[in-house]
């Protein structure tokens, strides 16, 4: 098992920038997968992006391609969401969640969740 915590959230205004971070304990994070997802104020939690395990695939929303880049220290047993030219748009918790096996853009697919940060962004 894992468990994850994020952190780096907080109020920026558009076109700022924010880097979240998602810190493991527990397994080594290079067992998994890792992914961000977001859930806006009434709606579904949506996917962002997604890394391998090894960092060498990225991919993205097209909401966010070009936007935001994920990373992944394995030594440091944390997985990262860099945000730049923020939009309001983009206001919501955002969660970090770690998948066993393979995993794309499904909610299902992942297997271990953090609690969430939240980002909020004034315009």
């Known amino acids: 098992q894992v468990q994850l915590v994020e952190t780096g959230g907080g109020l920026v205004q558009a076109g700022g920038s924010l880097r979240l971070s998602c810190k493991a304990s527990g397994r080594t994070l290079n067992y998994y997968r890792m992914g961000w997802f977001r859930q806006a104020p009434g709606k579904e939690r949506e996917y962002v992006a997604s890394i391998s395990r090894g960092g060498s695939g990225t991919y993205y929303a097209d909401s966010v391609k070009g936007r935001f880049t994920i990373s992944r220290d394995n030594a440091k047993n944390t997985a990262y969401l860099q945000m730049n030219s923020l939009k309001p748009e983009d206001m919501a918790i955002y969660y970090c969640?770690?998948?066993?096996?393979?995993?794309?853009?499904?909610?299902?697919?992942?297997?271990?969740w953090g609690q969430g940060t939240q980002v909020t962004v004034s315009s």
């Open positions: 969640a770690a998948a066993s096996g393979y995993a794309t853009t499904e909610r299902t697919e992942y297997d271990y």
